[in-house]
């Protein structure tokens, strides 16, 4: 047993919300977050449509200086320091403005791919020969570990900045690595979360691969079908969540809001193999990954509310219910509230775990449990027999 | 363009690259970017590119 971790500050830039009251309050109504986007109507794309953050020119200011906006051209980046600093905030922490680092301090705060426009731009300016006018700041705003790199800058962190990478797991892996390494004892609070490009070149590889839905360019609110019949793949998305973790004894030193603690969790991987492939569930993993969460966190199936799932809106929905019905051995009444956030905000990919851990915290402050959108036709088939709706 | 237009230009590209603790008055025509106004040195080469776009002039490799 390790140390116990907390979660003592939050920050989040959503497709249906930017900041914690606008995301909660969009998450209590039910709102969409999901709209038509003109650019990839012009691209010619099947699915036409996305969840993208709302960010005003102006709040930009608050969180960049005028130096930095120059050039700036990674949305990811833009969304992950805009939930990265606000995260910050709430925990009622400072930047470190001293001459040392804060080695108390890190960054765990996971992308898939960074600011892919300006790699865009990049790759025009080298092949036409001018690879000496691309500026300082093109390989912050590519690398992979471009966000962590510019949080612990903005923020003067001193202990472990780094970005994991691992598809739609990157922002819930992220939050376990940080609580692994505060619960050894070797960091004391962890800016975690994981941002996620708006961006035609990250969404075009699911665009050709036929998995998104084609159907809903003009009603983009009903897109998003998770637990429905009528599901049709998943609607991409963008955005950023952050979290801070802090080890209980800092928090309490400080004084710190304790929004939740985390009592444990698990990762695995299906190994690709049996039912599994890179982008299909191996279902034995599945139920062991958790089986051991349960187990790790020391508590009883029964003792569990409310399960915010993955749930992405293809037809893989049904077998993720049925592996948390058989992993948890409960069914119909005794099977716990189940939601997904993704009916509102879409599949926000290197996002989507972070904004959804934000927005499952949320519904302990808020002492609620948000609502499904767009399941009124319940998949028949597997959900009768674990879940009552 | 007037000797002191261009110096009035050149000051208005260097001073968003100035620290908070330097004012765009300390910038003189013989100011070192780097050891006088405290400018990171990753800048230079932002700062060439801002000069080749505002004079439309290439400086070469």
Not at chain 1, 91 to 108: C, E, F, Q, R, V
Not at chain 1, 121 to 133: G, L, P, S, T
Not at chain 1, 231 to 237: E, L, R, S
Not at chain 2, 8 to 36: C, G, H, R
Request: proline letters at 4%.
């Amino acid at each position: 047993m390790g140390r116990r971790v907390v979660i003592t500050g939050m920050g989040v830039c959503a497709p249906n919300g930017v900041g914690l009251s606008e995301f909660s309050k969009a998450l209590y109504q039910g709102k969409s977050g999901i709209r038509f986007q003109s650019r990839l109507k012009a691209l010619e794309f099947g699915c036409q449509i996305a969840g993208e953050p709302l960010i005003k020119d102006n709040l930009l200011e608050q969180y960049f200086t005028p130096l930095q906006l120059r050039g700036l051209n990674a949305s990811g980046l833009v969304y992950g320091v805009i939930a990265g600093k606000d995260a910050w905030d709430d925990a009622g922490l400072k930047p470190n403005i001293g001459k040392s680092p804060n080695w108390d301090h890190g960054i765990i705060f996971g992308t898939g791919m960074s600011g892919a426009d300006k790699f865009r731009e990049a790759i025009y300016k080298v092949d036409n020969k001018e690879v000496r006018r691309l500026g300082s700041t093109t390989v912050v705003q590519t690398m992979t570990s471009g966000i962590s790199a510019y949080l612990g800058g903005m923020l003067g962190c001193g202990n472990q900045v780094t970005s994991n990478s691992s598809a739609c797991t990157t922002g819930t892996e992220s939050v376990l690595m940080a609580y692994d390494r505060i619960a050894s004892g070797k960091a004391e609070v962890l800016l975690t979360g994981s941002c996620s490009d708006s961006d035609p070149y990250i969404w075009g590889g699911f665009d050709a691969m036929r998995i998104l839905p084609r159907d809903y360019n003009d009603d983009p609110g009903a897109a998003s079908r998770p637990m429905s019949a009528s599901a049709q793949g998943f609607v991409p998305g963008s955005g950023a969540g952050a979290l801070v973790l802090e080890s209980l004894e800092s928090a309490k030193k400080r004084g710190a809001k304790i929004y939740a603690e985390v009592l444990g969790g698990e990762i695995n991987s299906g190994g690709q193999v049996g039912e599994g492939s890179m982008t299909a569930p191996n279902s034995e993993a599945v139920q062991r990954c958790i089986q051991r969460a349960v187990q790790n966190a020391g508590i009883q199936p029964k003792d569990i509310d409310a399960i915010n799932g993955h749930l992405t809106a293809t037809t893989k929905d049904a077998l993720e219910i049925s592996n948390w019905s058989k992993a948890l051995g409960l069914q119909g009444e005794r099977f716990p509230y189940i939601n997904s956030f993704k009916g509102m905000i879409g599949h926000c990919i290197a996002a989507a775990g972070s904004i959804e851990c934000v927005g499952s915290i949320l519904q302990l402050e808020e002492g609620v449990i948000y609502g499904n959108i767009n399941c009124d036709d319940l998949h028949p088939r597997d959900y009768q027999n674990y879940i009552h709706s | 363009m007037q000797e002191t237009e261009k110096y009035q230009k050149l000051k208005d590209i260097i001073q968003i690259y100035l620290p908070e603790d330097v004012s765009v008055n300390d910038i003189q025509p013989s100011s070192n970017f780097v050891t006088e106004l405290n400018i990171n040195s990753a800048n230079l080469v932002d700062i060439i590119l801002d000069v080749e776009d505002t004079f439309d002039i290439r400086l070469g490799k």
